[in-house]
């Protein structure tokens, strides 16, 4: 079939023609022909780089029609960076169509720009956050919208975008036409489908979850001490290597990047703690190709859509078990080949057979490679190198007497070895003294820790990064017993912002880890009470919580928080009582009366922030996605689908 066949207008197909586009893939194939009806409710579930932005960009350009002064079309995406990819194809495939005129809205740039942009646009592409934030300020204006696409809606969900979505879907008509693209179908994507859409059709490009058949999915397993230097070892057994090191927090994605940079590689990182002139930098050389490496989190990664990534290694697993198929989409785009690496400690083996089962796809077992391995292929590309360099005769040519001096007392056997060996001992030397890092050679059917001698790998964690007890919560029932069991190694917080200020549990939960650098996985039972708030940590982040949370901004409320006492053990069995163990009488720090008021007796809102502590750099940009919803075995949190934006731009 060809894209004349699909129904698209003469300008659209002009455009098509110019891109490029031999034939429609498969999800542009069923879906285009159906989008282009005048009712077309629609749910595709295909992977990343199978296409999905033509399939529903050019319909969307299709239908829009003249003479209409608002906006028609309205496409929502979880990141500042898919949506400039977005609205950079739209304009591709609009380029002979004056009656399309495309604008990107997204966090971390000037508002009142953007509002002046709007004005005559005929389809937003916009993030959640900064859209509710123009709705909001009656600078968008979605009472003519007649299409709205979700493009990535399971990461949308997953990013805590739930309630911005349901906002602005409730401004546009109730007579629309939705289309949902994602790449994996839970059940909160589901729920979307059944809220917004009336009988959709549905089409999934190979099962749903299943991850592209073209690429290789392997894992190593090592020892935690050694995760740094496994990583290295794959890069340097990999030469043409350009690829995407994910981490699952800005703190390790930075300290990766810089350790590499240290040791002589070609990365950089990439995550919300940068500014937006540094995320952009450093993605345009990842997209020149100049940078060969480039290490992020999740969601600072969604939306990177750059052809010829060869190698996606996950130097950490994600919590959420789907955010591995975003992961390893990123690479075998177009029909390439590419290769998914993961590396995974001795205590890490269920959430390999865990992946399988959502990818239905079988890891293959790696070995990580020894110095001898790796110094023969550098020894080669070396060597390729150098006969495919272009001898620049006229340069040299000066050069050439002196050279030949120097070296006339050595034959060509002693140059060539000489001149190879300045190349090759780098390599042997230090790989010799590094050894072995493989940590065991039948981990696939054992799947338990294979070197009983291997420490725990608590000690080796900085501040910022994730605690290995949480993910290994892999069955409902065991989570629940380790849950009671370790009452006593939690904290209880006061906070003093409650439902009267647009709190909610997710947003109490995005401010704690986004500011205190932890995960959803270190925090527990979450109260919002209607002044005043409680929550529970593990006892070993108190004073860093403490530290960081304190200040920051909710929506224009300054957060401050305290530690309280433990809440008694019948209230937390119970569920019907909120009495807090404790004692304020004298003002001191002790437990709460679950009430109406601020136990302080006083107003508990605190005053507004003249700016927000969180980096502004895109949507929620910095934070590793995945990290509220369900995990390794476990059923997804409520909390985790009603988060919004804490901090506006």
């Given at each position: 079939?060809?894209?004349?066949?699909?129904?698209?207008?003469?300008?659209?197909?002009?455009?098509?023609?110019?891109?490029?586009?031999?034939?429609?893939?498969?999800?542009?194939?069923?879906?285009?022909?159906?989008?282009?009806?005048?009712?077309?409710?629609?749910?595709?579930?295909?992977?990343?780089?199978?296409?999905?932005?033509?399939?529903?960009?050019?319909?969307?350009?299709?239908?829009?029609?003249?003479?209409?002064?608002?906006?028609?079309?309205l496409i929502i995406c979880p990141t500042r960076e898919l949506c400039l990819q977005i609205s950079k194809d739209l304009e591709?495939?609009?380029?002979?169509?004056?009656?399309?005129?495309?604008?990107?809205?997204?966090?971390?740039?000037?508002?009142?720009?953007?509002?002046?942009?709007?004005?005559?646009?005929?389809?937003?592409?916009?993030?959640?956050?900064?859209?509710?934030?123009?709705?909001?300020?009656?600078?968008?204006?979605?009472?003519?919208?007649?299409?709205?696409?979700?493009?990535?809606?399971?990461?949308?969900?997953?990013?805590?975008?739930?309630?911005?979505?349901?906002?602005?879907?409730?401004?546009?008509?109730?007579?629309?036409?939705?289309?949902?693209?994602?790449?994996?179908?839970?059940?909160?994507?589901?729920?979307?489908?059944?809220?917004?859409?009336?009988?959709?059709?549905?089409?999934?490009?190979?099962?749903?979850?299943?991850?592209?058949?073209?690429?290789?999915?392997?894992?190593?397993?090592?020892?935690?001490?050694?995760?740094?230097?496994?990583?290295?070892?794959?890069?340097?057994?990999?030469?043409?290597?350009?690829?995407?090191?994910?981490?699952?927090?800005?703190?390790?994605?930075?300290?990766?990047?810089?350790?590499?940079?240290?040791?002589?590689?070609?990365?950089?990182?990439?995550?919300?703690?940068?500014?937006?002139?540094?995320?952009?930098?450093?993605?345009?050389?990842?997209?020149?190709?100049?940078?060969?490496?480039?290490?992020?989190?999740?969601?600072?990664?969604?939306?990177?859509?750059?052809?010829?990534?060869?190698?996606?290694?996950?130097?950490?697993?994600?919590?959420?078990?789907?955010?591995?198929?975003?992961?390893?989409?990123?690479?075998?785009?177009?029909?390439?080949?590419?290769?998914?690496?993961?590396?995974?400690?001795?205590?890490?083996?269920?959430?390999?057979?865990?992946?399988?089962?959502?990818?239905?796809?079988?890891?293959?077992?790696?070995?990580?490679?020894?110095?001898?391995?790796?110094?023969?292929?550098?020894?080669?590309?070396?060597?390729?190198?150098?006969?495919?360099?272009?001898?620049?005769?006229?340069?040299?040519?000066?050069?050439?007497?002196?050279?030949?001096?120097?070296?006339?007392?050595?034959?060509?056997?002693?140059?060539?070895?000489?001149?190879?060996?300045?190349?090759?001992?780098?390599?042997?030397?230090?790989?010799?003294?590094?050894?072995?890092?493989?940590?065991?050679?039948?981990?696939?059917?054992?799947?338990?820790?294979?070197?009983?001698?291997e420490r725990s790998d608590r000690g080796d964690r900085s501040r910022g990064d994730r605690d290995d007890r949480g993910s290994?919560?892999?069955?409902?029932?065991?989570?629940?017993?380790?849950?009671?069991?370790?009452?006593?190694?939690?904290?209880?917080?006061?906070?003093?912002?409650?439902?009267?200020?647009?709190?909610?549990?997710?947003?109490?939960?995005?401010?704690?880890?986004?500011?205190?650098?932890?995960?959803?996985?270190?925090?527990?039972?979450?109260?919002?009470?209607?002044?005043?708030?409680?929550?529970?940590?593990?006892?070993?982040?108190?004073?860093?919580?403490?530290?960081?949370?304190?200040?920051?901004?909710?929506?224009?409320?300054?957060?401050?928080?305290?530690?309280?006492?433990?809440?008694?053990?019948?209230?937390?069995?119970?569920?019907?009582?909120?009495?807090?163990?404790?004692?304020?009488?004298?003002?001191?720090?002790?437990?709460?009366?679950?009430?109406?008021?601020?136990?302080?007796?006083?107003?508990?809102?605190?005053?507004?922030?003249?700016?927000?502590?969180?980096?502004?750099?895109?949507?929620?940009?910095?934070?590793?996605?995945?990290?509220?919803?369900?995990?390794?075995?476990?059923?997804?949190?409520?909390?985790?689908?009603?988060?919004?934006?804490?901090?506006?731009?």
């Open positions: 079939m060809t894209f004349s066949e699909l129904g698209l207008r003469d300008e659209v197909l002009k455009s098509i023609n110019d891109l490029g586009f031999d034939a429609p893939t498969p999800i542009q194939e069923k879906a285009i022909p159906h989008l282009l009806k005048s009712e077309s409710d629609f749910v595709g579930l295909a992977q990343t780089g199978t296409g999905k932005t033509a399939a529903f960009g050019l319909p969307l350009v299709n239908n829009v029609k003249p003479g209409v002064n608002s906006p028609q079309g591709n495939y609009a380029k002979y169509d004056r009656n399309t005129s495309i604008v990107a809205v997204y966090g971390g740039a000037d508002i009142r720009r953007q509002i002046t942009q709007l004005k005559g646009a005929t389809i937003i592409v916009a993030t959640p956050g900064r859209l509710v934030d123009l709705i909001n300020r009656k600078a968008a204006n979605l009472s003519e919208v007649g299409f709205v696409v979700l493009d990535e809606a399971d990461e949308m969900l997953n990013m805590g975008f739930k309630e911005d979505i349901d906002m602005i879907l409730q401004k546009t008509p109730e007579k629309k036409n939705v289309w949902l693209f994602s790449a994996t179908m839970p059940k909160e994507v589901a729920q979307i489908s059944k809220n917004y859409m009336n009988d959709p059709l549905e089409v999934s490009i190979g099962h749903k979850n299943q991850s592209n058949e073209n690429i290789e999915h392997i894992y190593y397993s090592v020892k935690e001490k050694d995760r740094y230097a496994a990583l290295k070892r794959l890069i340097d057994v990999n030469p043409e290597i350009f690829g995407l090191v994910f981490c699952r927090t800005r703190h390790e994605t930075q300290s990766v990047a810089e350790k590499l940079g240290k040791d002589g590689y070609n990365a950089e990182p990439l995550h919300g703690d940068l500014s937006q002139a540094q995320r952009d930098n450093v993605m345009k050389r990842f997209r020149d190709k100049t940078l060969q490496l480039l290490v992020a989190t999740d969601v600072a990664a969604r939306g990177i859509d750059v052809d010829g990534i060869t190698h996606v290694i996950n130097y950490q697993l994600p919590d959420d078990i789907e955010n591995y198929t975003h992961r390893s989409g990123r690479t075998a785009r177009a029909g390439k080949k590419g290769e998914s690496l993961v590396l995974i400690n001795t205590r890490e083996n269920f959430k390999i057979r865990a992946i399988e089962k959502q990818i239905r796809t079988e890891f293959s077992v790696g070995t990580i490679p020894s110095s001898e391995e790796i110094c023969g292929v550098q020894l080669t590309s070396l060597i390729s190198k150098i006969k495919e360099t272009e001898v620049k005769e006229k340069d040299i040519e000066k050069f050439l007497p002196q050279i030949y001096s120097d070296f006339e007392d050595l034959s060509k056997e002693e140059v060539i070895k000489k001149f190879i060996s300045v190349e090759f001992n780098r390599f042997i030397e230090y790989y010799e003294r590094a050894g072995d890092l493989n940590a065991s050679s039948d981990r696939r059917e054992r799947g338990e820790r294979s070197d009983r001698g290994s919560r892999f069955d409902r029932g065991e989570r629940r017993e380790r849950s009671d069991r370790n009452d006593e190694s939690k904290t209880r917080f006061f906070v003093s912002i409650g439902k009267r200020d647009g709190l909610n549990p997710g947003g109490l939960l995005r401010v704690i880890c986004d500011e205190a650098g932890l995960t959803s996985s270190n925090i527990g039972k979450i109260d919002v009470l209607p002044s005043f708030s409680f929550f529970e940590a593990d006892n070993e982040h108190a004073s860093n919580i403490i530290d960081k949370v304190n200040g920051a901004n909710y929506e224009g409320n300054t957060i401050s928080i305290e530690i309280t006492k433990k809440k008694a053990e019948s209230s937390s069995r119970g569920g019907g009582s909120r009495d807090f163990g404790g004692d304020r009488r004298d003002g001191n720090r002790g437990g709460f009366s679950g009430g109406s008021r601020d136990s302080r007796g006083r107003d508990s809102r605190g005053g507004s922030s003249s700016s927000s502590r969180r980096s502004s750099g895109g949507d929620r940009g910095g934070r590793s996605g995945g990290n509220f919803s369900k995990g390794y075995g476990s059923s997804s949190s409520s909390e985790g689908s009603s988060r919004r934006n804490y901090s506006k731009s």
